[in-house]
T-cell receptor, first 115, second 116 residues
Framework: NAGVTQTPKFRVLKTGQSMTLLCAQD?????MYWYRQDPGMGLRLIHY???????AKGEVPDGYNVSRLKKQNFLLGLESAAPSQTSVYFC??????????????FGSGTRLTVV | LAKTTQPISMDSYEGQEVNITCSHN???????ITWYQQFPSQGPRFIIQ???TKVTNEVASLFIPADRKSSTLSLPRVSLSDTAVYYC?????????????????FGAGTRLAVHP
């Protein structure tokens, strides 16, 4: 059981280049999320999805797009990378329950540097 | 979404009990309190969650007073491997009463350093 897998683990982009970060989960979770984490700071929510075919904006959505074409995959795209997008990106998922949240399962992160 | 306040950093020694308190004065009726642990270069890991009173698992205990405006994560007999950042979050579970989508907001967390 792999949990949440993120690819790639590391990437260096030039300003203006585009790329897609892939998140895959094998736990049949309904909800998936993309966060970014900058040095010394907590995680900030970029976009999230409550199910296949649906996405919504989080705290810091500008400069990013997402897609959830399949339940198990959540893609984060950068159309024109900027140095301000240098960060560590984490994907997370959790299952739909009743009142309780049984906790997010996070991936190991993608370290992105934009030069 | 309720905002949380927790100490920026704490120091402890191996074998001691560590208590990290989180303030969440604006917690809503539907909100649960959840704690995560993050090691360097890793994603956060779920530790414990509670709604009221006390919750205990194999890793930690969570104490929540009746007014729910604060909570305390208790780590018994810490070791060097407990050195990490600990995040306190409050939020509505998916499919909860308000139909919230559990958009948990992470603060800066508490950086715990355990010394030999």
């Amino acid at each position: 059981n792999a949990g949440v897998t993120q690819t790639p683990k590391f990437r260096v982009l030039k300003t203006g280049q585009s790329m897609t970060l892939l998140c895959a989960q094998d736990m049949n979770h309904e909800y998936m999320y993309w966060y970014r984490q900058d040095p010394g700071m907590g995680l900030r929510l970029i976009h999230y999805s409550v199910g296949e075919g649906t996405t919504a904006k989080g705290e810091v959505p500008d400069g990013y797009n997402v897609s959830r074409l399949k339940k198990q995959n959540f893609l984060l795209g950068l159309e024109s990378a900027a140095p301000s997008q240098t960060s560590v990106y984490f994907c997370a998922s959790n299952r739909r329950t009743g009142r309780e949240n049984y906790g997010y399962t996070f991936g190991s992160g993608t370290r992105l540097t934009v030069v | 979404l309720a905002k949380t306040t927790q100490p920026i950093s704490m120091d402890s020694y191996e074998g001691q009990e560590v208590n990290i308190t989180c303030s969440h004065n604006n917690i809503a009726t539907n909100d649960y309190i959840t704690w995560y642990q993050q090691f360097p270069s890793q994603g956060p890991r779920f530790i414990i969650q509670g709604y009221k009173t006390k919750v205990t698992n194999e890793v930690a205990s969570l104490f929540i007073p009746a007014d729910r405006k604060s909570s305390t994560l208790s780590l018994p007999r810490v070791s060097l491997s407990d050195t990490a950042v600990y995040y306190c979050l409050v939020g509505d579970g998916p499919g909860g009463f308000s139909g919230g989508y559990n958009k948990l907001i992470f603060g800066a967390g508490t950086r715990l350093a355990v010394h030999p």
